[in-house]
């Protein structure tokens, strides 16, 4: 079956470092993939659609200069935290599908804690 | 705006019990949707999708349906086992590509 793989799994930094985490869809080419936030006992929210070739579609609320989404390749989603925040400590899952009518298919997560 | 729920937040049921799993949504325009499970700290783990044109899909022990012009689809579980304990979420895949989640059912099975 699809498989993506997200890295790393979990991250400790400091206040003010950037993080950068991978999305990697590893059978299946993907043209579009998204980005969510889940924190504890809560459900997804979408961050952003990320595009390959093109900027990222970022939902209402999600700072754009703040989580930094590259596409670079159509097996290939990177987000990237920058200044990092304590309140950014969270649980950060990508996703991916062949197409629109397709499984959508998720990575472990990355769990993100600043200090 | 798309808007999902899913009714109950949570659930306990006896092991063996066949249970059902609710999920409504409020625009109809969708291309699909599909149900996940996710364990406490995992990611997301797919179990059925059933695309718009679709009115049910079967996996096992798993059931699930769509009803797109009520906006309801639900998740049947048959004889229900403690491993099936877990998190239960439906996502609802819009007609502007978004994908929203429902909140999801705490789903627990008593030995």
């Known amino acids: 079956g699809a498989v993506v793989s997200q890295h790393p799994s979990w991250v400790i930094c400091k206040s003010g470092t950037s993080v950068k985490i991978e999305c990697r869809s590893l059978d299946f080419q993907a043209t579009t993939m998204f980005w969510y936030r889940q924190f504890p006992k809560q459900s997804l929210m979408l961050m952003a659609t990320s595009n390959e070739g093109s900027k990222a579609t970022y939902e209402q609320g999600v700072e754009k200069d703040k989580f930094l989404i590259n596409h670079a390749s159509l097996t290939l989603s990177t987000l990237t935290v920058t200044s990092a925040h304590p309140e950014d400590s969270s649980f950060y899952i990508c996703?991916?599908?062949?197409?629109?009518?397709?499984?959508?298919?998720f990575g472990n997560g990355t769990r993100l804690t600043v200090t | 705006k798309q808007e999902v729920t899913q009714i109950p937040a949570a659930l306990s049921v006896p092991e063996g019990e066949n249970l059902v799993l609710n999920c409504s949504f409020t625009d109809s325009a969708i291309y699909n949707l599909q149900w996940f499970r996710q364990d406490p700290g995992k990611g997301l783990t797919s179990l059925l999708l059933?695309?718009?044109?679709?009115r049910e899909q079967t996996s096992g022990r798993l059931n699930a349906s769509l009803d797109k012009s009520s906006g309801r689809s639900t998740l049947y579980i048959a004889a229900s086992q403690p491993g099936d304990s877990a998190t239960y979420l439906c996502?609802?895949?819009?007609?502007?590509?978004?994908?929203?989640f429902g909140k999801g059912t705490r789903l627990h099975i008593l030995p």
């Open positions: 059933i695309q718009s044109s679709q």
């Open positions: 996703s991916a599908s062949r197409a629109y009518n397709s499984p959508l298919h």
């Open positions: 996502a609802v895949r819009s007609r502007d590509d978004k994908i929203i």
